[in-house]
């Protein structure tokens, strides 16, 4: 099993910045690829970025990329989603999910995740 938990959601300015924490804990073999989906109100969940924590290989989704960037601390088995630049259409319930493998970030791909945390809001005003 692998619990996840999300913080540092919040309420900001659009060009402002937050940072996301999903902290895990749980068999690692079953969280080595990690990501963060989110969900506006009223839309399907998407996936924003996922990060294969053997390597750090990242993948972002293309209107995040070079907004957000994805970094891990091993010793804190925890995985951070530094967003910059946000936007009011970034608002929305941001989850953490893992995999033993990575998975894609289509709204459909959201099945394939096998692990995912109880969300965190971030709300970007205009």
């Known amino acids: 099993q692998v619990q996840l938990v999300e913080s540092g959601g919040g309420s900001v300015q659009a060009g402002g910045s937050l940072r996301l924490s999903c902290a895990a804990s749980?068999?690692?073999?079953?969280?080595?690829?990690m990501a963060w989906f989110r969900q506006a109100p009223g839309k399907e969940r998407e996936g924003v970025a996922r990060?294969?924590?053997?390597?750090?290989?990242?993948f972002y989704r293309h209107t995040v990329e070079g907004r957000f960037a994805l970094s891990q601390d091993n010793a804190k088995n925890t995985v951070y989603l530094q967003m910059n630049s946000l936007k009011p259409e970034d608002t929305g319930m941001y989850y953490c999910?893992?995999?033993?493998?990575?998975?894609?970030?289509?709204?459909?791909?959201?099945?394939?995740?096998?692990?995912w945390g109880q969300g965190t809001q971030v709300t970007v005003s205009s």
């Open positions: 990060i294969y924590t053997d390597n750090g290989n990242t």
């Open positions: 999910a893992a995999d033993r493998f990575c998975q894609g970030l289509g709204t459909k791909d959201q099945h394939s995740w096998h692990y």
């Open positions: 749980g068999v690692n073999d079953n969280r080595r690829c």
